[in-house]
């Protein structure tokens, strides 16, 4: 996959199909455009996603940006896996947030990217104040023969998949919602630093993980999960918060993989197929806590789900 850093005209004359959209956890909705997309390919065309660096409310509402379900190189090699050909990846920045709608579809779209045919979702929105719409892509694409495909929201339990359901979904500790939402299991990857070391005197060391600062992480709690480690499965458990029972401040991620006995400091780790187990709480002394600690081991080691 080819990725281009601004909306530049293409250096080929293959003709170009695209899709637009943020695809923040690139979940099953976001898929359908991209199938969509796909099948407006023909022979010797090219297809690509526009999207966006960083979120639009990062320009539009700092003080309101949400957490993101994907980082921005988990995003991109999601959308690689997809088989498009090309990615247009540019900052939402002052120039495209006062872009009027139509100049982005005739100037953007048409003249600079020479498009065919776009993809997009049938509530999607774009151009200064959120003007555009599919009636209006349909309308000026129309009028200089590219098609537009908007693509209706997917629906999970009579309920429309979205990124901000998804969200909800992982913040609330319902992981399993998430996973089945995203089609695929919600990932947390990160770099291992070092930690205070008390799971190596209780018995079970752990591995404190270090995610991207913006990225959306589980309610605090006990987890069943399944780590990985240089192409590798691990059954384990993960807690997420403060560790009551030391005093803790800061929010933290550790990990405990079954029958792991490598040091990973500095290595990057990720987790998946989260499982609420219960939440936090503070323990009377060490021997309490280390006792809920080999019951919630238990979990890990004869879980309800597989590693795969």
Request: charged content about 25%.
């Amino acid at each position: 996959m080819k990725i281009h850093h601004l909306l530049e005209t293409p250096a080929t004359d293959r003709p170009l199909v695209v899709a637009i959209g943020f695809f923040d956890g690139l979940h099953r909705g976001h898929r359908e455009i991209v199938k969509t997309l796909l099948r407006l390919r023909r022979p010797g065309y090219r297809a690509a996603v526009v999207t966006f660096r960083n979120h639009p409310a990062t320009y539009l509402r700092p003080d309101r940006v949400p957490p993101l379900i994907t980082t921005l190189e988990e995003r991109v090699n999601l959308l690689a896996s997809t088989g498009i050909d090309e990615l247009f990846l540019t900052p939402f920045d002052e120039h495209i947030a006062h872009m009027d709608a139509r100049v982005f579809l005739t100037d953007a779209l048409v003249a600079t990217l020479g498009i065919r045919a776009l993809a997009i979702g049938e509530n999607f929105r774009f151009g200064h104040g959120r003007e555009g719409d599919a009636a209006l892509a349909r309308t000026v694409l129309g009028e200089r023969g590219v098609d537009v495909a908007a693509v209706p929201p997917l629906t999970d339990q009579d309920e429309r998949i979205s990124s901000t359901r998804v969200r909800a979904a992982i913040l609330s500790g319902d992981t399993a919602t998430a996973d089945r939402l995203l089609g695929a299991p919600y990932t947390l990857r990160g770099t291992v630093a070092l930690g205070a070391g008390r799971g190596h005197d209780l018995g079970f060391p752990t591995a404190n993980l270090v995610p991207a600062a913006d990225k959306t992480l589980p309610a605090d709690g006990v987890y069943a999960c399944i780590g990985r480690y240089e192409g590798r499965d691990y059954r384990g458990l993960v807690s997420i918060g403060t560790n009551p029972t030391f005093d803790g401040a800061a929010r933290t991620v550790e990990a405990w993989l079954l029958d792991f006995r490598t040091s990973l400091y500095g290595e990057e780790l990720s987790l998946r197929e989260f499982r609420f187990i219960r939440e936090q709480r503070r323990f009377d002394d060490v021997a309490a806590l280390l006792a809920q600690m080999n019951d919630d081991a238990s979990h890990a080691r004869f879980p309800s789900f597989s590693a795969s």
